[in-house]
Nanobody, 124 residues
Framework: QVQLVESGGGLVQAGGSLRLSCTAS????????MGWFRQAPGKEREFVAA????????KYADSVKGRFTISRDNAKNAVYLQMNSLKGEDTAVYYC?????????????????WGQGTQVTVSS
């Protein structure tokens, strides 16, 4: 079992930046691939980015490529999402998730553990 807690959300103007953090406790963090997902009001949860257990391979949704960067620090049991050039359509609750099967997946159903989410609001 691993517990995930997100932080760093808030209100930002369009074009601005935010850095989300997700810290893990419980079992060894470095054995999980990690992902970020988001859910806007009235919409389905969608994949944002994923990073392998080693911090090497990454994967991004087309909508955030070139603007968002996922990274991790296994020594700190943390994964980050740097979000630049934010747009109104990035407004959502952002969740981090952990995958024991190391699939570097964009499917929410492939992830075993989830955080409670952090709100990101981008004003235009």
């Amino acid at each position: 079992q691993v517990q995930l807690v997100e932080s760093g959300g808030g209100l930002v103007q369009a074009g601005g930046s935010l850095r989300l953090s997700c810290t893990a406790s419980g079992r060894t963090f470095s054995v999980y691939d990690m992902g970020w997902f988001r859910q806007a009001p009235g919409k389905e949860r969608e994949f944002v980015a994923a990073i392998s257990w080693s911090g090497g391979p990454t994967k991004y949704a087309d909508s955030v490529k070139g603007r968002f960067t996922i990274s991790r620090d296994n020594a700190k049991n943390a994964v980050y999402l740097q979000m630049n050039s934010l747009k109104g359509e990035d407004t959502a609750v952002y969740y981090c998730a952990a995958d024991r099967q190391l699939r570097l997946s964009g499917l929410g159903s492939d992830y075993d553990y989830w955080g409670q989410g952090t709100q990101v609001t981008v004003s235009s």
